[in-house]
């Protein structure tokens, strides 16, 4: 049971490692998603502001992770 418990939890680890991260991204995804839906923002321009988002998110994870 112990293995069966060990590698769940290493195949989840792979698709979550940071909790905060993945919140992060779905938070910026939601916003996002809702200015687009509601201030008729532009998928063009989201699609940029979900990258430039996702590099910022990604590089604070990495830097936060690297002081730890």
């Not at 939890?9 to 809702?34: R, V, Y």
């Not at 200015?35 to 590099?55: R, T």
């Amino acid at each position: 049971m112990s293995l069966i418990r060990s590698i769940l939890s290493e195949a989840l680890g792979l698709f979550i490692d940071d909790g905060s991260l993945a919140l992060q991204i779905a938070a910026l995804i939601t916003f996002l998603t809702a200015l687009v839906h509601l201030a008729s923002l532009g998928p063009l321009i989201a699609a940029l502001l979900l990258l430039a988002g996702c590099g910022i998110i990604l590089v604070t994870s990495v830097l936060r992770r690297a002081r730890r």
